[in-house]
């Protein structure tokens, strides 16, 4: 009986042990990645904003700089499924997005841009090549990305699954490069645990423009003007899958003259955008319907170790234990 129970201990030890690698090291890498056809909408909103907006009149419109804004963005995210690189179970999936921010009153576009890029499935990191990708700040005029660097890269959409407290790169649109998110604690946001991650970028020249001088207060009819961006911008991720929970961020955008130095400009954009109650909602709930799908690859295999462990142990020492006959003296 002794040695029957024992075997039956080594051999549960045995399965949960493997079971547990498996699920670890087999099956987690295999369903941990993106998916290749997402289908959401992220609201973000803010109030007091300065910014430059385009007035129509007639076939064309006028720039105008307006103060006290309350300004919304849409961002809306699918996937490709015919492109090239999305192949059924593969390990690169193409993603579309498309952002528009509109003032609230006018509905006057504040500015949009449309892109899409190639993304690795369980990192999150953008790929190249990437035969359809492209970034659209104005109508009908497609940059694409040259040589075989990726176009966008670093991170762009989520964090990678398992993330960790460190440094990550994430792209950000209007420097064209990527910015470090430095960990910057933790948070817990509606009953799901969250590490925050901060950006900031100096002001730093990203274009220059032909500006009307009326726009800068120049008596000029046409201006050169440098346009200066800066960032401060935080992240709070859910770390079991990476997806981003909330989000919010301060820019300003300045035009400056030869003339001018930092603060001397004039102010194109300066405000504080931040993802709505609803949409931080919608992300919670997904993250915890996600992140418990998540658990039975990452937490049950920590306990199958111990459990398997732990009759392992007590198996082996059943059967040696009973082995062993105690010494009778006459």
Not at 100 to 122: I, P, Y
Request: proline letters at 6%.
């Amino acid at each position: 009986m002794r040695r029957a129970v024992s075997l039956t201990l080594i051999g549960l030890g045995v399965f949960c042990i493997a079971g547990g690698l498996l699920l670890r090291f087999y099956a987690y890498p295999a369903l941990a990645k993106i998916p290749q056809n997402p289908d959401t909408m992220s609201v973000a909103q803010g109030s007091g904003v300065t910014a430059l907006v385009y007035v129509p009149e007639g076939p064309t419109a006028r720039p105008e700089i307006r103060r006290g804004l309350n300004l919304t963005s849409r961002t809306y995210v699918s996937g490709d499924l015919r492109a090239p690189e999305s192949k059924p179970n593969g390990d690169v999936v193409t993603w579309n997005e498309a952002s528009e921010v509109r003032d609230d009153s006018t509905k006057l576009v504040v500015n949009g841009t449309v892109r899409q890029l190639c993304l690795d499935r369980f990192t999150a990191q953008a790929v190249a090549p990437c035969s359809n990708g492209y970034l659209e700040k104005e109508k009908g005029n497609r940059e694409k990305a040259a040589g075989g660097a990726p176009q966008f890269p670093g991170l762009n959409f989520k964090f990678p699954f398992d993330t960790r407290k460190e440094t990550y790169k994430w792209y950000d649109l209007s420097l064209g490069t990527t910015i470090d998110a430095k960990f910057d604690g933790e948070e817990e946001i509606d009953g799901v645990e969250v590490y925050r991650f901060r950006q900031t970028a100096p002001a730093t020249q990203i274009d220059t423009r032909a500006v009307p001088g009326s726009l800068i207060g120049k008596p000029e009819p046409t201006v050169r003007a440098g346009l200066y961006y800066e960032v401060d911008r935080t992240l709070w991720i859910e770390p079991v899958t990476g997806a981003v929970i909330k989000a919010k961020q301060w820019s300003k955008q300045e035009l400056r003259t030869l003339d001018e130095g930092p603060g001397q400009g004039t102010t194109v954009f300066d405000g504080t955008m931040e993802l709505t109650k609803d949409t931080v909602a919608k992300n919670v709930a997904t993250a915890k319907e996600n992140s418990s799908q998540m658990w039975l690859l990452t937490g049950l295999p920590v306990i199958l170790w111990i459990v398997g462990g732990v009759a392992l142990l007590v198996g082996i020492l059943l059967l040696v234990t009973g082995r062993q006959r105690p010494r009778h003296s006459f």
